[in-house]
């Protein structure tokens, strides 16, 4: 890692890469409590929210169009000022619908870096090297999580979500700022394709990144949710879990990449999708508070070998067409992930468990599909 960590364009992501672990962190930490004790906000409402959250995703087929005026770099860095402007307002709007404006311009930034991050990646660094950066990027990742757990569990005994959220925001802000005046690409790249590009050569990456989006979106939109409503977890106790998983991570993610290298990405994601499975079905039916918390870091853990859906169409995929593509799947993920949040709202209302066992399913939907990866 010594030559990466050197590299001008790995130094750019990895502290644009925290500015927006940042964000979301800060956001997600603050979101359920924030909703349920000042906005008064059910299951129902949190799943609008949350399918608002996802509208952005779907249009980042749009990044496409965008990089005809900007350069990519550039556009990655103005992703990140827009972030921090939205967590920086969530605090001045505690209502429903202020709420839904904060978290669409909040989503719009970190959507729109995350799209231009994984596209930059994959173009700057081969295929033995790129899931080792993945990796790497996640694990400053989970410390910056941890950073910002313990950040919000100190403060939240002195600041209002109010000044918590302008803080964050402002913080996030200034490191758009220094981005966007950042220079961090070289010569010779191969020149992306500026158009939307489908290719059925790419339908498995397709149908994977679909589902991972679509399963990916019940978790974020109710497992934290479960642990307020029915669990009561307070903001503190829902702080440290965050910490602990964290720090769980931060140590695991390279072990993650380096096992994608060794393994293949057939091997890596059907233990993620398989042990998924299980993880939805004790959401459903586990009574314990203990047990859900470790449920909710094995679900985290997990979910980080989706890095290798990414990597597996490095593999597969043209080299100008990483950017369009990276475009294209983040549409793809998000086209479920729009709908399926309010779904599962409307479902909550009949029986919490129902958003669950929906994601077991669609787990073992993606179980099936990973078996058609072929080594290369």
Do not use: C
């Amino acid at each position: 890692m010594r030559n990466i960590a050197k590299d001008p364009m790995f130094r750019f992501l990895a502290i644009l890469s925290i500015a927006a672990t940042v964000g979301l962190q800060a956001w997600r930490t603050l979101f359920n409590n924030f909703a349920v004790e000042i906005v008064h906000l059910d299951g129902n409402h949190i799943g609008i929210i949350q399918s608002v959250r996802e509208i952005p995703g779907f249009l980042a087929l749009l990044v496409i169009y965008i990089i005809l005026i900007i350069k990519e770099h550039r556009l990655s860095a103005l992703s990140i000022a827009i972030l921090g402007i939205g967590v920086g307002l969530t605090g001045y709007f505690p209502s429903y619908i202020g709420l839904i404006l904060t978290t669409m311009i909040m989503s719009f930034g970190f959507h729109y870096f995350e799209t231009n991050n994984q596209s930059l990646t994959l173009q700057y660094f081969d295929k033995n090297a790129s899931p080792l950066v993945i990796g790497k990027l996640r694990s400053y990742g989970a410390a910056t999580n941890i950073a910002v757990g313990i950040f919000i569990f100190l403060v939240s005994y002195i600041l209002s979500y109010k000044s918590t959220y302008v803080f964050v925001g402002i913080l996030i802000l200034l490191a758009g700022i220094w981005g966007f005046y950042q220079n961090p690409t070289r010569a010779g790249m191969p020149v992306q394709h500026k158009k939307m590009i489908l290719r059925s050569k790419y339908w498995l990456y397709y149908a994977l990144t679909f589902m991972s989006g679509a399963r990916r979106q019940i978790f974020v939109a109710f497992a934290v949710f479960l642990l307020v409503k029915k669990f009561a977890f307070s903001i503190q106790e829902i702080t440290l879990l965050f910490v602990l998983n964290n720090a769980v991570n931060y140590f695991l993610n390279p072990l993650i990449g380096k096992g994608i290298v060794k393994f293949g990405e057939r091997k890596m994601l059907s233990v993620e999708y398989f042990s998924l499975i299980l993880v939805f079905i004790g959401y459903a039916f586990v009574e314990s508070k203990m047990i859900i918390a470790v449920l909710y870091i094995l679900d985290h853990i997990f979910f980080n070998f989706s890095m290798g859906i990414k990597t597996y169409f490095q593999k597969i995929g043209d080299e100008k067409d990483i950017a369009p593509s990276m475009a294209v799947g983040f549409t793809i993920n998000h086209i479920a992930a729009v709908v399926i949040p309010a779904i599962g709202g409307l479902m909550w209302i009949v029986d919490y468990r129902i958003p669950f066992i929906a994601g077991a399913v669609m787990s073992g939907i993606s179980l099936t599909l990973v078996q058609f990866i072929r080594n290369r």
